[in-house]
């Protein structure tokens, strides 16, 4: 998996030279598995998309084709999270170890959510972890569907926007195509630092009021 998420660039060019149909399916599959499945939030859906983006600019997919189905997938992806966060959610966060999940994600993606409401949903898609469980933990809310929507529309279309294009433009740069590997794990590092920082900020404020 970390050799996958690092050389993504090659993986998708001989997937683009060998199976045509497999590069559109395979980064729908995993785009849907990363936001609407509680278990699998460790699959690499920003650098997924960017690289993506970078084989849209050497014409191995089309662009608007890609846009279009990843669009599609997360939007898809959130929706079902959120049902099935809706039917079973609260029982899965009252489990004291729940299976295949890590009670803590849950744990902070609810702080997260508590604190910037409906918001969540569109400010989590750019941040790993988070994202999947932020739709599962809206349908254990019961947040209205019709509300979750329109975030869930709004952030999906304009998450796919962002990273694939930011690939589609600046992918195929000499630089960038030498260092995809570190490119990827910076992507991952800036997604992710948001959160750390909310998370160290709530640890020493709760430090505060102990004091």
Same mark, same amino acid.
């Given at each position: ?5 690092? $050389?993504?660039? /090659? ?21 849907? #598995? ?41 939007? #898809? ?41 409906? /918001? ?25 569907? $019709? ?65």
């Amino acid at each position: 998996m970390f050799d996958l998420i690092l $050389h993504l660039d /090659k993986h998708l060019v001989a997937l683009a030279q060998e199976h045509a149909l497999l590069v559109y399916a395979l980064p729908f599959i995993v785009i849907f #598995c990363e936001t609407g499945l509680v278990i699998t939030p460790f699959l690499p859906g920003d650098s997924l998309l960017f690289a993506i983006g970078s084989l849209a600019a050497i014409a191995a997919v089309d662009l608007t084709t890609v846009l279009i189905l990843l669009s599609l997938a997360a939007i #898809c992806g959130d929706s079902v999270n959120y049902w099935v966060g809706a039917r079973i959610g609260a029982k899965i966060a009252a489990m004291e170890k729940p299976p295949l999940i890590r009670k803590e994600y849950i744990a902070r993606t609810h702080a997260f959510y508590e604190r910037h409401g409906g /918001k969540t949903i569109v400010i989590a898609r750019f941040v790993p972890i988070i994202r999947t469980f932020a739709p599962f933990v809206a349908g254990t809310a019961q947040m209205r569907y $019709h509300r979750f929507l329109m975030y869930n529309v709004f952030g999906g279309v304009l998450w796919v926007l962002i990273f694939t294009l930011a690939g589609f433009f600046f992918g195929n740069i000499p630089f960038v195509k030498e260092h995809f590997s570190l490119i990827a794990l910076g992507i991952i590092v800036i997604s992710v630092l948001p959160a750390l920082i909310e998370i160290l900020r709530q640890r020493r404020l709760a430090l505060r009021q102990r004091q």
